[in-house]
């Protein structure tokens, strides 16, 4: 797995570069991809974010000012990149708030550029078999353009992995991966009964 994530920083990296000082993940998630982005155009690789590993993951947080005051325990940018233009890259963007608030966080500490690239496409459709992620009305890509999302982050540019240059870099077949969340494309049929969706109000 590993080693298909970084294949996909690599191609991210043909699909879509960027002019930049330093390469950041947003840890941990997007360690590898950035790994491969840095690697392949060859811009210096920095953990320019700190993270505080006490904190779990904000996206699945039930309210928005706990993902908010998540992140800004999660998260502490270094000093190293004021006056820096920089690279962040992240596995996906899901309601697109996290990911705001680092741009604006990096962008306070002195970035003079902050491009953001997602090892993943963009996120339009929810999960029903077991992630537990945003109804498909509070993911971001599923309302959005990628230059609206880029407005609403604050980022300097925004670029996805294509669809294909994800498959690609697995160097798996496609009949082995469920890609719903990417395509809309469920492998089953989803009756409401079913979905994860009817456990909510309990």
Same mark, same amino acid.
């Given at each position: 797995v590993h080693g298909a994530r970084v294949r996909m920083g690599e191609r991210l990296a043909q699909e879509s570069p960027a002019d930049a000082d330093l390469v950041l993940p947003i840890p941990d998630s997007g360690t590898p991809a950035a790994i491969g982005f840095s690697r392949a155009l060859n811009i210096p690789f920095s953990e320019g974010l700190i993270k505080n590993r006490y904190v779990g993951r904000t996206f699945i947080q039930p309210d928005q000012g706990l993902r908010e005051q998540? /992140?800004?325990l999660k998260f502490n940018p270094l000093a190293e990149v004021a006056g820096k233009r920089l690279v962040v890259v992240d596995d996906s963007i899901v309601r697109g708030n996290t990911t705001? +608030? @680092? =741009? +604006?966080? #990096?962008?306070?500490?002195?970035? *003079?550029? /902050? &491009? =953001?690239? @997602?090892?993943? $496409? $963009? /996120? @339009?459709s929810q999960c029903y078999y077991g992630i537990d992620f945003a109804d498909s009305d509070e993911l971001i890509a599923a309302n959005k353009t990628v230059e609206e999302v880029?407005? &609403? @982050?604050?980022? *300097?540019? #925004?670029?996805?992995i294509s #669809?294909?240059?994800l498959q690609a870099s697995t160097s798996r077949p496609e009949s082995e991966f469920c890609r719903a969340c990417l395509t809309r494309d469920y492998p089953t049929a989803i009756p409401r009964e079913a979905a994860k969706l009817q456990f909510e109000p309990v």
């Open positions: 998540g /992140v800004r705001r +608030q @680092i =741009v +604006q966080m #990096l962008f306070d500490a002195g970035a *003079t550029e /902050v &491009h =953001v690239r @997602i090892s993943s $496409p $963009p /996120v @339009i880029r407005e &609403h @982050i604050g980022a *300097t540019s #925004l670029a996805y #669809l294909e240059g």
